[in-house]
Nanobody, 115 residues
Framework: VQLQASGGGLVQAGGSLRLSCAAS????????MGWYRQAPGSQRELVAT????????VYANSVKGRFTISRDNAKNALYLQMNSLKPEDTAVYYC?????????WGQGTQVTVSS
């Protein structure tokens, strides 16, 4: 399974970005899909996850009400709509799929929010 994250960039505070994650390879059953981020000097942290069956979502407190995670099961694609961006959202964003008990990571996409 290979994951390709895209959609990052440079945006001013208050702006919006939409991240996408495309998957390829032998994907039979994705259990959970998620977005994580890692800022310089910090550990990787959960941003949001979605359970493919049922669509239940979990968000980090810091992004609740501003970010929305969604997926397209037919395309095995994952999205993250990020609104009202803040400088503290600056990080490399990674997508993650849990497939058959194994965890797969995308290569990351840089999001930079200027004040």
């Amino acid at each position: 399974v290979q994951l390709q994250a895209s959609g990052g960039g440079l945006v001013q505070a208050g702006g919006s970005l939409r991240l996408s994650c495309a998957a390829s390879g032998n994907i039979f059953s994705i259990n959970v899909m998620g977005w994580y981020r890692q800022a310089p000097g910090s550990q990787r942290e959960l941003v949001a996850t979605i359970i493919t069956s049922g669509g239940n979502t979990v968000y980090a407190n810091s992004v609740k009400g501003r970010f929305t995670i969604s997926r397209d099961n037919a395309k095995n694609a994952l999205y993250l709509q990020m609104n009202s961006l803040k400088p503290e959202d600056t990080a490399v964003y990674y997508c993650n799929y849990l497939v058959g008990g194994r965890s797969y990571w995308g290569q990351g996409t840089q999001v930079t929010v200027s004040s």
